[in-house]
């Protein structure tokens, strides 16, 4: 099984400050065709992530001005992180169990490594969560 750091091993992440508004996030994420943006603070730390559905509804929805709106306002919170050294699968659980489709990658010592999402897997892996999804609900 694939380690984290194979697929994200060339990967250029958007990085975004946090006081950047939700437009230019946006713009942002269109020009480089990714589906989520990390946010970081001034020092450089991961403090959230931004993604279309985020977007939507935090922003959209709400009315809300995307020219004024920060992504601080409304990116999600201290995403759970993974480690480059973990599996496809522990990804693809994480995004299972916690209803996402985006993970931050980040080494020990706080370093951003990259963003793994749904459609990064290979259909062997797919097919390996959903074998082991199949037998927990079979030992329910």
Same mark, same amino acid.
């Given at each position: ?25 946006? /713009?942002? $994420? ?10 970081? @603070?001034? +020092? %450089? *730390?991961?403090? #959230? ?43 693809? /659980?994480? $995004? ?10 980040? @080494?020990? +010592? %706080? *370093?951003?490594? #990259? ?26």
């Amino acid at each position: 099984m694939r380690k984290l750091a194979d697929i994200v091993f060339d990967q250029n992440p958007l990085i975004l400050n946090a006081a950047q508004s939700v437009e230019e996030g946006c /713009r942002r $994420m269109s020009e480089q065709r990714v589906g989520s943006a990390l946010v970081c @603070n001034d +020092a %450089g *730390r991961l403090v #959230g992530i931004f993604t279309g559905r985020d977007a939507v509804c935090r922003v959209l929805a709400l009315r809300k001005d995307a020219a004024r709106c920060s992504l601080a306002e409304a990116m999600t919170p201290d995403p759970i992180t993974l480690s480059p050294d973990q599996s496809a699968v522990d990804a693809l /659980r994480l $995004m299972w169990d916690g209803g996402f489709r985006h993970v931050p990658l980040v @080494n020990k +010592a %706080g *370093r951003i490594l #990259g963003v793994v999402s749904r459609g990064d897997f290979s259909g062997l892996e797919l097919s390996h969560h959903e074998d082991e999804r199949e037998l927990w609900e079979h030992m329910r």
